[in-house]
């Protein structure tokens, strides 16, 4: 059985085909700025790597933003459920979630069989999602990939004092005036990010089986500072930008495995 | 007597003088990074017309964001309170002032007096002030004078739904991609500033049709948030001649000792 799950974000479109239970091959590009050419094209993609066709595929779910307007979807799940769903199947005992894209974040409580128990979510505000992270490293000029690790040498940080992300860039902007070092800079973004997290990880509750996923995960400044902060160490899996690809493809197999079950009961 | 009055706001830092009490000259000089002197040239310019130097001020008041950075011996005074006295100075009996700054809105309800009966700041978040509409200017490659204007010919609802100005930028390139008529995206914008302000508007408990409104800043220059301002309070807004330097004027009265005390 293969399952397609389609997640499309406001950076990135991701693509994950599930063979039974196992992961067959994924995909990540950037969002462009139509999510239906996004989803076809990272599909193309996807299946170009795993030598399948569209129609061999079983069943195809999107997830993400841009989830409804994915024409060759045959269902669409909310990108919570997928996380959580993603997130169990890499580590079975997660219990909190943390989902952070470029445009929202999502705190995320589930059971033991992946299931949503509680979640909390900020989509109104730039200065708690990847969002200010793309602002302050291209403030720096440096890359969004390199300004977790670079955070991490700076020796001290500069205090970004204002939450809107416009007036953090100008705080920003300020102390490098004053001399303050690009590294000192990216501390101080990701510090105020982590501030800004965590008070969505207490409203949730916090469980110490702890799983970050999105692409925050791959920053390693905030993913370091939010285990010192919580004192509790982030599972965080080899691909963390996946999960809720993963999540749909999985919700997608189930899907096909309740409809045998049933067409063989009847 | 000569007075100043400075208003060092986010992006425009404002001087007026005034001799024996009566506007005498004005100009304004951009605050870039060093709102210092911004001030000192400001000022020096305002000074011209009369003839005279930074040397011949009797008495200087400062206010805006940066008014403790300045190194002329100026005092400080609060914004809301500028306002409310350049407003009234302006318009006797003013019902208050909606102050549209770059960073910054404030709203001040005024007594029949002059006097601050009430008022609401948003200082936290960007949306709904002018570096909120400098970023859809960039986004949309629409020059900000022209955005009022071209808004008025719109004939579609096309609201922008993100309230965060990171968000929206995205959401009006996306628009754009989308070749959404330029004057609706427009108008979707300017009604997205004009709710943000209306909230304070309605936290300063500011009505909309009792006694003249005065909008100042740089914002009450664009004809479309007016126009969307005015739908929602149900009632008009005057702008004044020079609505960017009534915070100023507001600062130089106090100096003069025309502010009853500050």
């Known amino acids: ?266 | 007597m000569i007075a100043a009055g400075l208003d060092i706001g986010a992006l425009w830092t404002k001087a007026v003088v005034l001799r024996d009490g009566v506007l005498a000259g004005w100009s304004m000089a951009p605050s870039s990074d060093d709102g210092a002197r911004a001030a000192e040239t400001a000022l020096v310019e305002a000074l011209r017309s009369l003839g005279a130097a930074v040397g011949d001020i009797q008495a200087a008041v400062a206010t805006g964001v940066g008014k403790n950075e300045i190194r002329l011996p100026a005092k400080p005074a609060a914004e809301v309170l500028c306002a409310a006295l350049g407003a009234s100075s302006m318009f006797p009996g003013a019902a208050g002032v909606i102050d549209m700054g770059g960073e910054s809105t404030r709203v001040v309800r005024l007594d029949g007096g002059g006097q601050v009966a009430d008022y609401a700041v948003n200082d936290k978040c960007a949306a709904g002030t002018g570096v909120f509409l400098d970023a859809m200017a960039k986004a949309m490659g629409v020059p900000v004078e022209e955005m009022g204007p071209l808004s008025l010919k719109s004939t579609k609802q096309v609201p922008i739904t993100s309230m965060c100005v990171a968000f929206a930028e995205s959401e009006v390139v996306t628009l754009v991609h989308s070749r959404t008529p330029k004057e609706d995206i427009l108008m979707g914008i300017h009604q997205s500033i004009a709710s943000r302000i209306f909230g304070l508007v309605s936290r300063a408990g500011l009505p909309g049709n009792g006694g003249s409104t005065i909008a100042v800043g740089g914002l009450s220059r664009n004809v479309g948030i007016l126009s969307c301002l005015e739908t929602l309070m149900k009632g008009t807004v005057v702008v004044p001649e020079n609505p960017r330097i009534l915070s100023a004027l507001g600062a130089a009265l106090i100096a003069s000792g025309k502010g009853g005390g500050a």
């Open chain 1, 1 to 266: 059985m293969i399952t397609l799950g389609v997640d499309i974000g406001s950076l990135t479109g991701k693509a994950l085909l599930l063979r039974d239970n196992e992961i067959h091959a994924w995909e990540i590009m950037l969002t462009g700025p139509d999510s239906v050419e996004t989803a076809e094209a990272v599909t193309k993609k996807v299946l170009e790597k795993s030598g399948l066709k569209l129609d061999e595929v079983d069943h195809v779910v999107a997830t993400g933003y841009g989830r409804k307007v994915i024409p060759f979807a045959k269902k669409n799940v909310s990108e919570i459920s997928c996380h959580a769903k993603g997130a169990s199947w890499f580590f079975p005992s997660a219990r909190t979630i943390l989902d952070m894209g470029g445009q929202d974040c999502k705190a995320i409580r589930c059971d033991g069989s992946g299931k949503v128990t509680d979640f909390v979510m900020n989509d109104k505000c730039a200065a708690g999602a990847g969002r200010s992270m793309e602002i302050m490293a291209r403030l720096v000029d440096v890359a969004l990939e390199e300004m977790g690790d670079l955070s991490l040498q700076a020796e001290r940080s500069v205090p970004i004092s204002s939450t809107c992300v416009v007036f953090a860039r100008s705080d920003a902007l300020g102390h490098m005036r004053r001399g303050a070092s690009k590294n000192e800079v990216l501390a101080g973004a990701c510090e105020a990010l982590v501030s800004r997290v965590r008070g969505l990880l207490k409203r949730v509750g916090m469980n110490e089986s702890f799983v970050i996923s999105g692409g925050i995960a791959k920053n390693r400044g905030v993913a370091v500072r939010l285990e010192r902060e919580l004192g509790v160490k982030a599972h965080i899996c080899y691909e963390p930008q996946i999960i809720g690809a993963l999540g749909a493809a999985i919700f997608g197999r189930e899907l096909l495995e309740k409809r045998d079950k049933m067409g063989k009961k009847a």
